[in-house]
C-alpha cells in the first residue's frame, strides 16, 4: 500500500495553467503505475493520465491531449501533472491513483490506493 498526498490545485481562469503534484510514501515507487482522474460534481469518476512505473509510456484521455502533460521524478516518489489551456469544463477534483504493475489502466477500479484529491476551478 502507498500513501499519495494531491497539491496544487486552485482557481485559474480560462487559458491558465496549473502544475498538480502528487506526493507518494514508500521506497518502492518506480514500481507503481500512476494516474490522475478527476471528478465533477453530479459526474462519476474520469480518467485524465497515466504513466507507467518507469516513466516510459504515457496515457491521456482524448479531452486534455495536448494540454496536459503527466510526468514522473522517481528520485523525489512524486508524479506531476502539469495543465495548460484550462478549460471551464476542467473544472472538478483531482485525484492521483496508484496500482503495484508495471502499466497502469485507465479503469478507476483497477487503482487500490487514492489520494484524498485537490479541486481545480477555471472560471470563464
Known amino acids: 500500500q502507498v500513501q499519495l498526498v494531491e497539491s496544487g490545485g486552485g482557481l485559474v481562469q480560462a487559458g491558465g495553467s496549473l502544475r498538480l503534484s502528487c506526493a507518494a510514501s514508500g521506497r518502492t515507487f518506480s514500481s507503481y503505475a500512476m494516474g490522475w482522474f478527476r471528478q465533477a460534481p453530479g459526474k462519476e469518476r474520469a480518467f485524465v493520465a497515466a504513466?507507467?512505473?518507469?516513466?516510459?509510456?504515457?496515457y491521456y484521455a482524448d479531452s486534455v491531449k495536448g494540454r496536459f502533460t503527466i510526468s514522473r521524478d522517481n528520485a523525489k516518489n512524486t508524479v506531476y501533472l502539469q495543465m495548460s489551456g484550462l478549460k471551464p469544463d476542467d473544472t472538478a477534483v483531482y485525484y492521483c491513483?496508484?496500482?503495484?504493475?508495471?502499466?497502469?489502466?485507465?479503469?478507476?477500479?483497477?487503482?487500490?490506493?487514492w489520494g484524498q484529491g485537490t479541486q481545480v476551478t477555471v472560471s470563464s
Open positions: 491513483a496508484a496500482r503495484r504493475f508495471s502499466t497502469p489502466t485507465a479503469t478507476p477500479g483497477g487503482y487500490p490506493d
Open positions: 504513466i507507467t512505473g518507469n516513466g516510459g509510456y504515457t
